[in-house]
């Protein structure tokens, strides 16, 4: 079966890299992850952007033997892959090959990460395409994922967290071949890196890969430290006008002091599960927002980063943070232009769902916070966690990212202690968590919305004006007696608004 | 160390897991698969209807609605009810619609498979939701049509299909057309009938994978769905004209880098004739990322930020589809004639026979590396279930790439990458496309 080794090689006098292998012998492929410790926050002001660009370079680039060109035929018969993943803190290269190839695959994998040929025609392909990401499809492609990193560029304003790790504009056009190069010596070193073998590999590989892994950079880099956010003061938000948009996408956020390396992060996962737990119909703000008013595709809670949540239904690994925040997203709810041109009855709306949703929200969360969460609910959620966090693991290449995360937060198997603290969490446990961490006076909210909902949206939140739920008639003729009495509740429920603006979204990561 | 091997090996089945089938009296199909995951089980329920199926005009979208109708409850399991039992039994669940079916899926401990089951059965069979509810939930489809909206590539799909078909229902996306969407929560007395079509075990395959036997999950499907009663429904399709001459359409739009797609009518999955396999071959190194196109309009050339192509296994003709994404607007006629110039040079001298063997070998290792959790399993047999009824179509599939001859794939190039059969969808933020 599986067994789990873990080594640590130390070599040299203070470089220490670690591995982490996770042999598995019925299995017919291998996966090797190389893990830099560096991550967005190393990027210099002024070339935000340049470790995504590094990163990217040397898989869309050759080797010193091999071109680009040169390697995807190699690759071809294989159907060998690899990407890199950039985020805050690390930078992280995915190889994966069939065993059959070992031999074949391997001088491409050690040679791309030790020898990357790092060339003026695919620097020129990799800078376009960043700038086109940073400059169109962030803001065109998906205005939940806008929303989302609006909010990060909002709630860690002035810090090493702000910018997108893909960058901005100005710093991406501003990013030369030569920076690259210096910033691959600097921070792409030997020093800094974590290595990850799973699947059906000979001991041999191990061996190899560890002596030839020493030709990398033997720089000793600098990591900026991640920042601490400052709790704001109120609740502050920002509303980003589009062409456009065909409803209003919602994010919020504030600063968290705890992470995965705290044992009390078991209790605050109950209660966000219970409150929001991703694309589950369990929860709370799932089922008070889309299930019992349908205004939206779904609204889920956060206590870490979780990538891509609009194509992942479990956490991925290979994102670990210091600097952590509590989230809510509010998926797209409609806007007054749409709904009046749907129905003839809800001609004379001037609002959309938006505010009501956020009200709806924050009520939600702000009656767990009084209430806590009862002993049924907590032995059912923490059921659901103890079976369910087994599946972020289901995948030989999730079980190596997230072994290899656990040692990023000081620990050993982050899934296997995870189970253990859940075990053994009592109900005083959950809610003394949720009255130390959860609370809804101060945040910075974000909506993506179209122009015409902008600045009657801005009026409404800046005056905690009253926001009754529009249904159509149809809809509105069957509603219960509760949904009728909980909906009166929260039109008007007062949310701590401090500050609104509206940001057109050509000003946006700036 | 192992020794190299050039290519997959050609004389063994592709998957590489025994796959037991057993079929109970009232037609449904019970397919397992025991896989090496220790406690972990996957449980699908593939039913063999998508938006293929919705004929009636007024209900586009519906298969789609009708799969979130799904979670709103029965007598003996409500909604509540229904959450807070799959919640205890923490398993990832969900499910999702395309052209030709819906999937129902659930990932999770072993010991509660045979709750999943009572619970599935229960749904599957007793459905009940008040005429309230299915209002209401017509709304969270609205949400989900103005997600997916946010994004131009979506708009445009919706324009393409409406304008590549013409009487089949292929011509409206699994979401539906909006002014449908809107209208959903008046179709109480469709969803029924919906239902009762549909949601039958003739229509349906149930697949377990993981750390189980057949015997087991044989007993289960027994003791939960023998009582499911056939249906006698057929839904016929109207079969579309062969088109006669290229189309076009545009989205004006410069929020994003300009974008191309040619889309030529292909031929429907067959595990049996060569015309798929071959253009799966001929797809795979046209546009691979060491094809001479991508080595030319990507890497040497920059024209492009990517190229890509494939074709969709589907129960009828459906779309070929090549997608380019630009630097420059002005390059589109450049790259559509460089596409057209490397298909017509493939129709006259077709391929070399070494990458003809790569490209082969590619498409089985490519197979061979994405089945390693049971999910995934489930997942890639269910893709063949909704096809042919058969989960062992993968093995014949694979078997055929093996087949596939230089004769074959000048066959299908010239078959099907034809202009009359083509439709150019393009996205700039020019007034027009201007593709000839």
Redesign the interface.
């Known amino acids: ?1 599986k067994a789990i080794i873990i080594s640590i090689l130390l070599s040299g006098l203070i470089m220490s890299q670690q591995f982490v292998e996770l042999k598995q012998t ?4 291998i996966i090797v992850k190389f893990m830099f410790k560096n991550g967005s926050i190393c990027d210099p002001n002024g070339k935000e952007g340049i470790t995504f660009t590094t990163a990217q370079l040397i898989t869309q680039g050759g080797t010193g033997e091999l071109s ?2 040169d390697i ?2 190699k ?6 892959s690899y990407y890199s993943s950039v985020d805050k803190e690390v930078a992280i290269f995915t190889f ?9 695959f391997y001088p491409i994998m050690i040679g791309l990460i030790t020898n990357p040929s790092l060339s003026q ?1 695919d620097f ?2 990799v800078k ?2 960043q700038l ?1 990401y940073v400059d ?2 962030i ?6 994922e806008y929303s989302k990193k609006a909010l990060e560029d909002f709630l860690f304003r002035g810090t090493n967290y702000q910018h997108m790790v893909e960058g901005k504009s100005v710093s991406v056009s501003s990013i030369t071949l030569d920076d690259v190069k210096n910033h691959y010596k600097s921070f792409f070193t030997k020093n800094n890196l974590m290595i990850g073998i799973a699947g059906n590999y ?1 001991d ?2 191990i061996e190899k890969l560890k002596k030839d892994i020493a030709k990398l950079p033997n720089t000793n880099p600098t990591i900026p430290t991640p920042p601490v956010v400052k709790m704001p003061d109120g609740i502050d938000i920002e509303i980003i006008s589009k ?1 456009s ?3 209003s ?1 919602i994010f919020t956020g504030y600063p968290l002091n705890i992470t995965r390396a705290d044992d009390e992060f078991a209790a605050l996962m109950v209660a966000n599960s219970y409150l929001g737990e991703h ?4 929860s709370k703000l799932y ?1 008070v927002i ?9 609204d889920y809670s956060y206590i870490e980063w979780y990538n891509n949540g ?1 194509g992942n ?2 956490p991925p690994s290979g994102v670990p943070r210091q600097s952590n925040y509590f989230a809510i997203w509010i ?4 806007i007054a232009k ?1 709904l009046k041109m ?1 129905y003839e009855e809800l001609k004379d709306v001037n609002v959309g769902h938006a505010h009501f949703a956020i009200r709806m929200a924050l009520r939600e969360m702000d009656k767990m916070i009084k209430n806590g969460l009862t002993q049924e609910d907590f032995e ?2 923490r ?6 966090i ?2 972020y693991i ?4 999730q079980q190596l990212g997230y072994l290899m995360d656990s040692k990023m937060y000081g620990r050993k198997n982050y899934i296997e202690e995870l189970g253990v603290l859940l075990s053994k969490l009592t109900l005083d446990d959950v809610n003394k968590a949720i009255k130390k961490y959860m609370q809804i006076d101060n945040m910075k909210i974000t909506i993506v919305t179209d122009v015409s909902e902008a600045g009657p949206l801005a009026e409404s939140l800046k005056n905690n004006t009253v926001s009754p739920m529009t249904y ?1 008639n ?2 509105k003729a ?2 219960s007696e509760e949904i009728l009495s909980e909906d009166a509740a929260t039109e008007n429920f007062k949310i701590n608004v401090n500050n609104v603006t509206i940001v057109d979204s050509k000003d946006t990561f700036k | 160390m192992m020794l190299a091997v050039e290519s997959y090996p050609s004389d063994q089945k592709i998957f590489p897991y025994p796959i037991y089938q057993y079929k109970l009296a009232n037609g449904l199909n019970v397919v397992t698969v025991p896989f090496d995951s220790p406690g972990l089980v996957s449980f699908y329920i593939v039913v063999r209807v998508g938006s293929r199926n919705e004929v009636e005009s007024g209900v586009t979208g519906f298969a789609h609605f009708f799969e979130h109708m799904m979670f709103r409850g029965t007598d003996k399991y409500p909604r509540e009810k229904y959450n807070e039992v799959l919640k205890m039994t923490g398993a990832g669940a969900n499910a999702n619609t395309s052209l030709d079916r819906t999937i129902y899926h659930m990932t999770g401990n072993v010991d509660y498979l045979e709750k999943m089951f009572e619970l599935e059965s229960d749904r599957f069979m007793n459905l009940h939701y008040p005429e309230h509810d299915f209002k209401v939930e017509a709304g969270a489809v609205k949400g989900e049509y103005t997600k997916n909206f946010a994004s131009p590539f979506q708009q445009l799909y919706e324009s393409l299909l409406n304008t590549a078909f013409d009487v089949h229902t292929y011509k409206h996306t699994t979401m539906g057309f909006f002014k449908d969407i809107v209208d959903m929560p008046n179709q109480y007395e469709y969803s029924l009938e919906f239902f009762n079509r549909y949601y039958r075990p003739e229509y349906s395959t149930i697949v377990v994978v993981g750390d189980i036997t057949s015997e087991k999950v044989n007993a289960l499907a027994e003791k939960y769905f023998s009582q499911w009663k056939r249906g006698d429904y057929s839904v016929q399709i109207p079969t579309e004209p062969e088109q006669k001459e290229k189309k076009s359409l545009h989205l004006q739009d410069g929020s994003i880098p300009p974008f191309m797609s040619m889309n030529y009518k292909g031929p429907a999955f067959s595990d049996t004739k060569i015309d798929m396999p071959a253009i799966d071959v001929l797809n795979t190194l046209l546009f691979s990322e060491n094809s001479k196109l991508y080595k030319k309009l990507v890497i040497e050339e920059q024209k492009l930020r990517f190229l890509g192509g494939g074709a969709m296994n589907s129960r009828d003709p459906y779309l070929i589809n090549v997608q380019a994404s630009f630097i420059k607007k002005e390059d589109f006629q450049y790259v559509r004639d460089e596409i057209t110039k490397a298909i017509e040079d493939i129709k006259m001298n077709g391929i070399d026979d070494k990458l003809l063997d790569e490209t082969k070998s590619n498409l089985k290792y490519s197979f061979a590396m994405s089945i390693d959790d049971p999910d995934e399993i489930a997942n890639s047999i269910s893709s063949f279930i909704y096809l042919t009824g058969d989960p062992e179509s993968l093995n014949r599939l694979y078997a055929l790439y093996d087949k596939v001859t230089n004769e074959d794939i000048k066959m299908v190039a010239t078959k099907y990458y034809v202009d009359s059969g083509l439709t150019i969808a393009t996205i700039s933020s020019d007034e027009k496309g201007g593709v000839e």
């Not at chain 1, 889309?290 to 779904?298: A, D, K, L």
């Open positions: 079966m019925n299995s017919s492929k680009f060109g995807q035929d690759i071809y018969p294989m159907a060998a994966q090959f069939h065993k059959d190839w070992i031999d074949q025609t020129d392909r376009i395409n086109a169109q499809v803001r065109a492609s998906s205005d939940e000979p041999s590989f062409e948009a065909f409803g996408a694309r589950k119909s369990y089922q889309r299930e019992q008013r349908s205004m939206n595709y779904g609009g239904m479990l998926r797209p709810v409609q749409q749907q059912a959620t059921a659901f966690l103890k079976s369910y087994r599946l289901k995948t030989p290449g159509s149809l809809v069957g509603l």
